[in-house]
């Protein structure tokens, strides 16, 4: 697979699940990859590892997506390594559940930190660096658009946000050639949420394939909006849920 030979990817919270399957995807296409992580240092090392073994060239950059010039840092870390930056995949981000009356602005703060202002911050330094062909891929959640479960609106709040900005973007950078597009995944089994966990009953049972998603199904919808035959997709909230808002 060459679609995206001589490209290179910055994949914010590329450490594990998601962002990892995305990490792989992306460099088993061609893609030289560098992932941000704030706290798992061996599982970056290990997603480094396996592009690696596999032929391919990867690079793991700490950078707290909460911390403004972290990112900045990371963006140019990419560039310093690889001499490019053609893909910005804004994967990092943060969840709590939490009524209103029992949710605290220190995390709200927190999400909006990560979750819209990272994502912000991240995007508008890839895009001093990208030309014609350039893509920004956000990845959002189907809670923009239906809150599944109590205690998500925050976090709910926040991938609307993603999903605006999204537009917004498309709007703001289709001139130049870059496209702008809101992957929204329903349940997907990672740490953050395991198909075996407390919710997992409960999310099946609204999940029309009655199954929780694959981080490398995920991966596969961003590696087709990274690749030329994505070309003519931008300003799009695409959902991948199996079915959970049908």
């Known amino acids: 697979m060459s679609t995206l030979k001589g490209k290179v990817a910055l994949v914010t919270g590329g450490s594990r699940g998601i962002g990892a399957a995305i990490a792989r995807r992306l460099a088993h296409e061609g893609a030289a990859v560098a992932i941000t992580y704030s706290a798992s240092p061996a599982k970056a090392a290990e997603v480094v590892h396996a592009i690696e073994a596999a032929g391919g060239r990867a690079v793991a950059v700490r950078a707290d997506s909460a911390d403004a010039d972290a990112v900045r840092g990371a963006v140019a870390s990419t560039v310093k390594t690889f001499g490019r930056l053609d893909v910005l995949v804004n994967n990092a981000g943060v969840a709590s559940i939490a009524p209103l009356d029992q ?17 912000f911050v991240a995007a508008q330094e890839a895009v001093r660096h990208m030309g014609e062909g350039g893509r920004i891929i956000n990845i959002g959640s189907i809670v923009s658009d239906g809150v599944l479960i109590p205690g998500l609106a925050a976090y709910a709040a926040t991938k609307a946000a993603v999903a605006g900005l999204t537009r917004g973007w498309a709007r703001d950078l289709g001139p130049r050639g870059i496209t702008v597009n809101n992957v929204q995944p329903g349940p997907v089994d990672t740490d953050m949420n395991p198909a075996d966990g407390p919710l997992a009953a409960e999310m099946k049972g609204r999940i029309a394939v009655q199954r929780y998603g694959r981080g490398d199904e995920i991966a596969g919808m961003v590696a087709y909006l990274a690749g030329p035959e994505g070309a003519f997709v931008t300003g799009a909230n695409l959902t991948i849920d199996g079915g959970a808002s049908a």
């Open 103 to 119: 949710s605290s602005l220190e995390e709200f703060d927190r999400l909006m930190a990560v979750n819209v202002r990272g994502l």
